[in-house]
């Protein structure tokens, strides 16, 4: 044990289809799987002596659909891990899945290899909300494969959900999370549909019978309400969890903790600096392939700033229920968060936004529905207030 712990992530940028309202880096052409995951491993030898002060505590495949990778090709992923970091044997090990690209016997032997956590998407229990957003699963193909999971013995599994979907009503999202109650999964997220720009949603936005804001608000709230009621409560905006069964990783990035990203469109926090690799595929695995040959492979590369630094605390830290802590920032930063925020806090707290209990400012669940909005007037990084008295020091 070092005392200083590392979180990893691997984007898998493959699927068996694509989803019409996905902008997530990702494709269904699987031909460079095998020189992808050996470049993986080549990347994660790469990283071995920078990291090698570092007890890694999560890891997490995402994508895309890791499980689309043929299981000998994920089990030399997982050969590279152990090989070249040191993963504490308590290690949160989430995989993402989707019904159709798992069976028993992967499963059986994902968890054998270490794999503890399953996070799989299911969106909705609805056949027309499936239907609508291009999932390719029903909602039995889905339970079949949650069933075969727990039989493998995965005992922490999560399940991911959509509002805001095309025709859904606050009935029809109900029923989805009676149905997902029922399978008694530790953890469920909800994320509200966003329709991202280049997508194929976005080119038919005007045709898709969305909700709208208002009955957004209303599904969140009764969403909210009603998995708390039923055990699952709720610690950022769109994570919900049993007792002791939050997701660990995603808790390092909202806790503002150094995490290394591997592969395309994957974003690091590392030795003080964030960077991220370009959206491209075929650039990554060249760079890894013919080291030095690829001198634009980083989309992002900086040291943060301290104003930088106190304006993604504050972003990060207000997206959990436990918000801000103000003894913590002021030990952070040397200032009050109240006082930085005067001509704000007052204003939210007085219109039911956020809440203050002990040295806590936090989000209530209207204030979480609309974050973005408030984080971004709260946060404007050129302001004077933020640039003059953070950059000040350098703590
Ligand atoms: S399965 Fe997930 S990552 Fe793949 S296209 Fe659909 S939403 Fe995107």
């Not at 280049?198 to 969140?220: H, I």
């Amino acid at each position: 044990m070092t005392g200083k712990t590392l979180g990893l992530y691997f984007h898998i940028p493959f699927c068996l289809s694509k989803c019409p309202y996905c902008d997530f880096y990702s494709g269904t052409d699987t031909a460079a799987v095998s020189r992808y995951t050996d470049a993986l491993v080549l990347h994660m030898e790469d990283y071995a002596a920078s990291a090698a002060s570092y007890d890694v505590d999560t890891v997490f495949f995402g994508g895309g659909t890791p499980t689309v990778l043929p299981l000998p090709r994920l089990l030399d992923l997982i050969d590279g891990l152990y090989d070249n970091f040191t993963l504490q044997e308590s290690a949160e090990f989430t995989i993402e899945a989707n019904p159709a690209t798992i069976s028993a016997s992967g499963l059986r032997r994902l968890r054998r290899a270490g794999v503890n956590r399953l996070s799989m998407g299911l969106q909705s229990a609805d056949p027309g909300e499936l239907k609508a957003l291009g999932r390719i699963h029903s909602f039995e193909d889905f339970t079949e494969s949650f069933r075969a999971a727990r039989k493998a013995g995965f005992s922490n599994i999560n399940i991911d959900l959509m509002y805001g979907i095309p025709n859904q009503t606050i009935e029809s999202l109900t029923e989805t999370l009676e149905r997902v109650f029922a399978l008694d999964p530790e953890h469920i997220s909800l994320y509200g549909l966003r329709i991202e720009e280049g997508t194929p949603f976005a080119e038919r936005k005007g045709k898709l019978a969305l909700p709208g804001e208002d009955a957004e608000w209303e599904m969140y709230a009764r969403a909210v309400e009603l998995l708390a009621e039923h055990g699952w409560a709720q610690y950022e905006i769109s994570n919900f969890a049993k007792p002791g069964r939050q997701c660990l990783h995603n808790l390092r990035y909202w806790n503002c903790e150094e995490y290394l990203g591997f592969g395309p469109g994957a974003h690091s926090y590392f030795g003080g600096r964030r960077f991220a690799y370009r959206r491209d595929l075929e650039a990554y695995i060249a760079s890894l392939e013919y080291p030095g040959s690829v001198p634009d492979l980083l989309s992002e590369d900086y040291a943060l700033r301290p104003s930088e630094r106190l304006g993604e605390y504050v972003m990060l830290r207000m997206r959990l229920t436990d918000g801000v802590n103000t003894d913590d920032f002021a030990a952070r930063f040397g200032i009050s968060f109240e006082k930085m925020f005067a001509k704000y806090l007052p204003l939210y707290l007085d219109n039911g936004f956020m809440k203050q209990e002990d040295r806590r400012y936090f989000f209530t669940p209207k204030g979480m529905f609309v974050s973005n909005y408030i984080l971004s007037a709260m946060l404007d990084f050129d302001s004077d207030i933020i640039r003059g008295i953070a950059d000040g020091s350098d703590r």
